[in-house]
């Protein structure tokens, strides 16, 4: 590459980067801050480590850092303090000019994701409390509280991130140099690829658990409106969304940034405040929507999720119909494609022929090396055209199904081909024009905004022209 930026900063390209809380600074700082315990002690409690524009990077904040990608489970054995530090003044680097642009992040997506990674991180560290504990924070809602800054401002230096490389593109002759201009021997290896193909059965509840279901959610429903029960307290104790229900089922839907299905938002945006939906379906089950307050194109709401029932014959039953399908297949009376497109529930591959799509490259090979661990155990002791046995699965909308799965194509470890790699070289030529792009809009903004480094991080040997020497 003609520019190059620190790994940290690469990273930030394909992740939702995770950042230290700022502040927004007067003109003036205190390098360090420090309080009196007696005549003769004083404690440091934090310092300034740099300024970047409007806001600050506190030596706390690098600890942080270290702290929230162990969390994450990323090593940070080969990380160095400074490589870190110049992660930060990159991250505020872009905050700053975010600002300017008038970039804005949606709430709600913050706090859902907020969610989301505490209740990982809970269920990783083994409760809420021992997680408080390892933040060494003083309640959940503090720890909350802090999360959503760092997520925040994260999502904003990503989003300006994103705003610098959206509109870039790469040619084919551009593809064509690029690939010209390595060295033979230097040319990458491209590991072992497969193409997998499922079959998906799910099972089916009965209409009486359905009934159930729905008569449950119009006694919640008159229950609050009738006799003024909490909404908030049945979301806490009834509802089954894992991601809503601890915040007592609320989300703040936008009109012009669409996050639910459309079923969903299409019942919250016809209530006016303070009405109760009448219950209705989902691909994730019944719902009723209490609508809390209107903000222009902003919807405060409140929602239960209850699912259906499956009782044993239905679960019974789907296992066995997939059961017959793969012996079928494995008979010669049936392709796996035919099958696939007859008798899979699942309508992403139903009609490919039951096969997977790469969620990072979109297209159908999946890199042996790369692969989910998940998926790579279910398809690793299976030949080409063989099929799997069957396995149970679940996913959030269906928490049990069943599938079966085959390998239609196998591509063994080689040197990079331009005709057969094309669309791998492409990628790397546009991540390449990507960097450079970034890499020109840093070396711009650097010169056009006020930086100051305090302190031993002075010392760093930074790629970036943080000294504007």
Same mark, same amino acid.
């Given at each position: 590459m003609t520019k190059s930026l620190s790994i940290l900063a690469?990273?930030?390209? =394909?992740?939702?980067?995770?950042?230290s809380a700022q502040e927004i600074i007067e003109d003036k700082i205190e390098e360090v801050r420090e309080v009196q315990l007696d005549s003769t002690q004083l404690i440091k409690i934090d310092g300034v480590a740099a300024v970047i524009g409007d806001f600050v990077v506190l030596?706390?904040?690098?600890?942080?850092?270290?702290?929230?990608?162990e969390a994450s489970g990323v090593s940070t054995k080969e990380i160095t303090r400074c490589q870190l530090f110049g992660k930060l003044l990159e991250d505020k680097l872009y905050m700053h000019h975010a600002v300017i642009d008038s970039i804005e992040v949606n709430d709600a997506e913050i706090r859902s994701y907020v969610d989301q990674q505490l209740e990982g991180f809970a269920q990783q560290i083994g409760s809420m409390d021992k997680l408080i504990a390892y933040y060494n924070k003083s309640s959940e809602q503090e720890l909350r509280d802090e999360m959503y800054e760092l997520n925040k401002n994260g999502k904003m230096?990503? =989003?300006?991130? *994103?705003?610098?490389?959206?509109?870039?593109?790469?040619?084919?002759?551009? %593809?064509? *140099?690029?690939?010209?201009?390595?060295?033979?021997?230097?040319?990458?290896?491209?590991?072992?690829?497969?193409? %997998? $193909?499922?079959? %998906?059965?799910?099972?089916?509840?009965?209409?009486?658990?359905?009934?159930?279901?729905?008569?449950?959610?119009?006694?919640f429903r008159a229950d609050v409106i009738d006799n003024g029960a909490s909404f908030t307290t049945k979301a806490v104790l009834y509802s089954e969304d894992p991601g809503s229900k601890r915040s007592g089922g609320k989300m703040t839907l936008n009109k012009k940034r669409? =996050? =639910?299905?459309?079923?969903?938002?299409?019942?919250?945006?016809?209530?006016?405040?303070?009405d109760v939906s009448e219950p209705f379906k989902t691909d994730f089950g019944y719902h009723i929507i209490f609508l809390e307050k209107v903000r222009g194109q902003e919807y405060d709401v409140r929602h239960i999720l209850?699912?259906?029932?499956?009782?044993?014959?239905?679960?019974? $039953?789907?296992?066995?119909?997939?059961?017959?399908?793969? *012996?079928?297949?494995?008979?010669?009376?049936?392709?796996?494609a035919?099958?696939?497109?007859? %008798?899979?529930?699942?309508?992403?591959?139903?009609?490919d022929g039951g096969q997977l799509r790469n969620p990072e490259t979109q297209d159908y090979n999946f890199e042996l090396t790369k692969m989910d661990p998940e998926l790579y155990a279910q398809i690793q002791n299976i030949g080409d055209n063989e099929v799997s046995p069957v396995y149970k699965d679940g996913?959030?909308?269906?928490?049990?199904?069943?599938?079966?799965?085959?390998?239609?194509?196998?591509?063994?470890?080689?040197?990079?081909?331009?005709?057969?790699?094309?669309?791998?070289?492409?990628?790397? $030529?546009l991540q390449e024009k990507q960097l450079n792009a970034i890499a020109d809009w840093q070396e711009e903004k650097i010169m056009d905004t006020y930086i100051k480094i305090n302190g031993e991080l002075r010392a760093c040997d930074f790629k970036s022209n943080w000294f504007k020497n």
């Open positions: 690469i990273l930030s390209l =394909m992740v939702f980067s995770q950042l030596d706390s904040d690098i600890d942080k850092q270290f702290a929230q990608l230096a990503s =989003m300006m991130q *994103q705003q610098i490389i959206d509109e870039i593109e790469v040619t084919p002759e551009e %593809v064509r *140099q690029f690939f010209n201009k390595i060295p033979v021997e230097e040319r990458p290896l491209f590991g072992t690829e497969l193409r %997998v $193909a499922q079959i %998906v059965i799910i099972p089916q509840t009965t209409q009486d658990e359905i009934d159930k279901v729905v008569k449950r959610l119009r006694e669409p =996050m =639910m299905v459309k079923e969903f938002r299409e019942v919250a945006f016809s209530l006016q405040e303070g209850l699912r259906p029932k499956l009782n044993d014959k239905a679960i019974l $039953a789907a296992k066995e119909k997939l059961e017959n399908v793969r *012996q079928s297949i494995v008979d010669g009376d049936l392709s796996f035919d099958a696939a497109k007859e %008798v899979s529930d699942e309508k992403e591959t139903k009609f996913d959030r909308i269906n928490p049990i199904k069943f599938k079966i799965l085959t390998v239609t194509q196998r591509t063994d470890e080689h040197e990079a081909d331009f005709a057969k790699d094309y669309l791998k070289i492409k990628a790397l $030529a």
